[in-house]
Each structure stands twice: as C-alpha cells, then as structure tokens.
C-alpha cells in the first residue's frame, strides 16, 4: 500500500471518529437547547424514525428486500407493550422487552412466508401484512379497544410533560446507538458479507454455499425485533394507539423514503434520512395543518430521490466530493497479455 | 488445498426436465469421471445448461437421480450440494457487482474469512491489483477470472464451468485453460460446458456430447473427434 494512501486511510480515520464525537455530541445537547416543549417531542419523534428507519435497513440495506410492512412491525410491539401492561400487568419496561421478544418471535412465521416471494412480490407480501393486521387489530375491539384505541400507562406518571419528553429522548437515543452499533457490527461481519451477496445475486449467493434463506430470515428477525423495541418505546412515550395510524402503509412508507434518501448502503444513511423527512413532515404539519400536501411532498421527494440519487444522498455528495478533492485516477481496462505475463511472475 | 481423490463424481441417472411441451431433459443417464477434465458438449438447446443447473439444484429435476461421490444429492438447495464440494460459474458470469473484488472472493470463504486466502486466489488467477475496485467496474474478462477465483475459495473438490471461454480474448482463454491443468494437477476435478472445441479438445481428457437432452456419446476427444453421431448432431445431418 503507498504513502499516499495510508495517508488517506487515516484522515479518513480522523474525519469518521470527528464525525461520530460531533454527532453525539449534538444528540445529547439538543434537549438543552431546545426553545420549548414541542421542538423536544418534535424531536423525539424524529429519534423515533431514526431508529424505525436503521432497523428497517438490516433487511432493505443489507438484503435488498424493500418492506413496506415495517410499520406493522412497530405497531405489533406498541400494542403488545401496551396489552402486557394494561391486561397482563406488567411494569412498563418489562413489557417493552417481552413485547420485543413476542414480536421477534411472530417474526419467525412471517419471515418464512413472506422471505419466499422476492422483488415486487415481496413488497406486496409486505403490504398485505399491514392490511390483515389493521382489520384485525380494529375487530378485535375486545381486547384491542378497536377503534377507539388502546390508551397505554405512562411509566413515570410523577413527570411533567417536558420533563417526560426529555426522557423519552434520551432513551430513544440510546436505543438508536444500540440499533446503529448492532447494523456496524453485521455491516463487518461474515454474516453481513453474505446478506450482501444476497442483494447483489441471491442465486449466486447460494451456488457459492450461502444458505440464503436462513440468513434473510435471521436478519428479518433482527430486524423485528428492533423495529417492535422502537414501537413499544412510543407506545409508552405517546400513551395512545390507534390501529389507523399503527398499522398504516403510509408509516411504512416513510420509513423506506427516509432509507432511500440518506442511502441504504450507509451506517448513518437512514438516520440522515430520518432527520430531513422527520422534520420536513413536522413543518408540513404545523404549516399546512390537515391538508394532505405533506402526502405529495413526500410523494415528490421519493420520485426526485429514486430519479436522481438512486444510492441515497451520502453517497451522492461524497462521490461529488471525492471528484473535486481527488480527480478520477486512469480508469480500469482490459487486462493484455503482457500485463497478465507480468502479474503472474 | 488437496483432496483425497474421490472414486466417483458426479452421476446421474434418467435426469429428466420439462418446461411446458419442450423436454430439456431426456433421461440422461452420465457419469463424469473423477480427477479428470470432463467436457460437456453439444449443439445449442440440446440441454447442457439444464443439466448442470438440475445438478447443482438450480432446477429441480422431474424424475431421475443425481449422485456426488455416491450420494444422492437429488433436490436439495443448492448451497447444500456448494458445501458437499461442487463448485460452480454462470454461463453469463455472474459477480456481486456492488461488492469490491476482494470482499466478491470473502463472500465465498467457508467459516472464517481468510484475507489472505482471498489474496492468494486473486494473485492466482491474476486480479489481486484490483482487490479494492467494485466488480462491475471490472473489464468481462477480469470478471470471469473473479468468479473462478470466488469458486475456488468455497474450496470445491469439483468445478463446473459453464463457457468459461465465451466472450473471452484468446489470451485469457489460454490463462484460464492454463489454470484448469494446473489445478486438475492439484487434484481438482472439472466439468466444463464449452462451445470453443479447439479448448476442449486440447484441455478434457473425457468428453460427453448432449443431444436433444441425452447423451450421444462419450470417450476421449480424439474418439469424439470423429464420432459420427457427434458430425450429425453439430451438422444436423
């Protein structure tokens, strides 16, 4: 390896660990200078979707599959949270984490039906989930509340509202660095080097000796289980569930735009992502209220993404960038056989 | 890597295949023989990609038998039959286009990942100055050195090649050919489809001709050579 290059690797280096000190830093002081209580839940809603988002890419980012039914997911482990507290009477927290497991276990199923179809039946598939779980989830009103909704306790009923947001985001935060550890890990190891195959070429992958189907299903589970933590979480912060929004495609939909945009192949793409449509969907909210034209925003914005930057916007900006810093070195060209002569002495 | 030479190989019997009306498959009934270069040749359609495809459960026959060293390894997926030891490349070759080179071999590593494995079979098949390039930046012919060389880190006892000679430069045909010998001299078996019969010829110390799903006829190329079923099928006499 040259100089030159061992250079690069390290200022790399710098800029990474620069990056995640800058990062961490902004996430732990933003309660404190948050102007008031609103900006703070608008911001726990953001951290919210930053983690439904790198959840949801164990499976888009890793595998390829594009589900769409990854708000289903989250709205299995909000109202298993909630039924485990209001009819089991479990504490809060311990029926966060029995919910997750339920939800990871329920995973099992699903991801041996659905991890069958592949391309745009899977996103169908992944639809379908969403549809049968909103019906029964509305029928069921005996031990959902149906549509009048399933009010959730809140666990620290002493608090006063800023206060509770103020919790809430600082353990919406720390589940988010536990989400994007867990995706790195995967992201260097043997088993994300064979999911990743599986993106690129799942025949190939398994003629190479990969088993495909167990390896798309344990990520699926992984993935469900991390999305069902992120449901419950805000089925105790938010305190109501309501099926219609629980169980919507549109949640679902978000949470893939926000992927797409920041850049699926990305530790850091989703959240990015999280954070410009989380707040785009806030300011459409407050500034246009009940209209749907943050449907059609977010509808645009998906087209211009897809159109343009098909990888996301990191890659997009830090291949510009790449151009200006560095000018593209000699392109790659068909070996002679004098070259291959020389490769092979 | 060597292995212990096995007694047999890959055999099948009655391997039949159907899609829709068209009979692809016809009980074949073959058996390759192991340590050597086997060739697998015939006209166009007369079933050859098929039959490795129902081999390395790709497809799954609709009658018949496929043994690997007296196994049955009928139906089973195919990383099963990639981890019993056969080893396989597309016809249209086929790597993990937005992986690096060196992560394309990785992929294919059994337990560990062993860099420097990799390495050795990127400098072995001639691309380990471009280990860190995304394979779909690669030239076609780098590409199909790049999945050798991913087949041959799966640590295959047997290695089928479906055309590696197709689209290739007459120079790069000589270094893949050159590479069969060294590693069939290692104790590797091969199964190569080949449509080029200046390389079969000078390469298969076996060859089986296919036609119309079956086997012709089979012996060494000099007996193929002028096998006059073999003249009639490629003619169409």
Same mark, same amino acid.
């Given at each position: 390896?040259? !100089?030159?290059?061992?250079? !690069? ?5 710098? +800029? ?6 800058? @990062? ?24 919210? =979707? ?110 006063? !509202? ?6 809430? =985001? ?16 995967? *992201? ?11 993106? #690129?070429?799942?025949?190939? +992958? ?35 569930? *309501? ?28 959240? @990015?992502? /999280? ?6 969907? &806030? ?13 059609? +925003? ?46 092979? %002495? | 890597?060597?292995? /212990? ?45 098929? =039959? ?50 060196? *992560?394309?071999?990785?992929?294919? /590593?059994?337990? !560990?990942?062993?860099? #420097? ?5 990127? %400098?072995?098949?001639? $691309? ?5 390039? #995304? ?80 086997? $012709? ?10 096998? &006059? ?9």
């Amino acid at each position: 390896m040259g !100089r030159t290059t061992t250079r !690069r690797l390290l200022v790399a280096r710098v +800029a990474r660990a620069v990056g995640l000190l800058a @990062l961490a830093f902004v996430i732990l002081w933003f309660p404190a200078a948050a102007p008031n209580p609103y900006i703070l839940s608008a911001a726990v809603m953001v951290l919210n =979707y930053a983690v439904l988002a790198t959840s949801w890419n164990f499976v888009g980012g890793f595998t390829g599959y594009i589900s769409l039914g990854h708000g289903a997911l989250a709205g299995l482990g909000g109202y298993a949270t909630g039924l485990l507290i209001t009819k089991a009477g479990f504490s809060s927290f311990v029926a966060l984490a029995t919910a997750a497991l339920v939800v990871a276990a329920l995973a099992v199923p699903l991801g041996f039906a659905a991890l069958r179809a592949r391309g745009a039946s899977f996103v169908i598939v992944s639809i379908a989930l969403v549809l049968i779980l909103l019906l029964v989830f509305q029928g069921w009103a005996s031990l959902t509340g149906g549509s009048r909704g399933l009010v959730v306790p809140r666990p620290f009923p002493d608090l006063l !509202r800023p206060e509770h947001h103020e919790v809430f =985001y600082f353990l919406f935060a720390a589940l988010l660095g536990l989400v994007l550890l867990s995706w790195w890990l995967v *992201d260097r190891s043997r088993f994300g080097l064979g999911l990743k195959a599986i993106r #690129e070429d799942e025949d190939k +992958a398994e003629s190479l000796g990969i088993p495909t189907f167990a390896y798309k299903l344990v990520v699926f589970v992984v993935s469900a289980l991390f999305t069902a933590l992120a449901g419950g979480l805000y089925a105790l912060w938010f305190g109501d569930l *309501d099926p219609v929004f629980q169980f919507s495609i549109l949640s679902g939909s978000y949470v893939v735009l926000m992927s797409l945009l920041g850049g699926v192949r990305h530790l850091f793409g989703p959240l @990015l992502g /999280a954070v410009v449509v989380g707040v785009a969907l &806030e300011y459409f909210k407050v500034a246009y209220g009940d209209t749907p034209l943050h449907l059609v +925003a977010s509808g645009l914005l998906l087209g211009v993404v897809v159109m343009f930057m098909p990888d996301g916007v990191i890659p997009t900006v830090a291949g510009l960038a790449r151009r200006f810093l560095h000018p593209p070195e000699a392109s790659i060209r068909e070996v002679s056989a004098a070259e291959l002569e020389e490769a092979r %002495r | 890597m060597s292995h /212990a030479r096995p007694v047999r190989s890959v055999e099948t019997v009655d391997l039949t295949k159907a899609f829709g009306g068209v009979l692809a498959l016809d009980h074949a009934t073959v058996s390759f023989r192991p340590g050597k270069v086997n060739a697998l040749i015939g006209p166009n359609g007369s079933g050859k990609t098929t =039959y490795l495809n129902c081999i390395t459960g790709m497809i799954k026959p609709d009658s018949g038998r496929v043994t690997y060293r007296g196994r049955d390894i009928t139906g089973r997926p195919p990383h099963r039959i990639a981890r019993a030891g056969l080893g396989r490349t597309f016809q249209l070759c086929r790597v993990f286009g937005r992986m690096t080179v060196l *992560d394309n071999v990785l992929a294919a /590593a059994r337990g !560990r990942p062993d860099v #420097e494995r990799a390495r050795q079979w990127l %400098r072995r098949v001639g $691309i380990d100055h471009v280990e860190q390039v #995304e394979a779909r930046n690669l030239s076609y012919g780098q590409q199909k050195l790049l999945e050798l060389a991913g087949v041959l880190m799966s640590d295959p006892e047997t290695v089928l090649l479906d055309e590696p000679a197709g689209g290739v430069n007459p120079a790069l045909i000589e270094r893949i050919a050159d590479l069969v010998r060294e590693l069939n001299a290692e104790g590797k078996t091969f199964i190569i489809v080949e449509h080029n019969m200046d390389l079969v010829m000078s390469l298969s110390d076996h060859v089986v001709v296919f036609d119309r799903g079956r086997p $012709i006829a089979e012996g060494p190329p000099d007996v193929i050579r002028s096998d &006059e079923r073999v003249l009639g099928a490629y003619l169409g006499v």
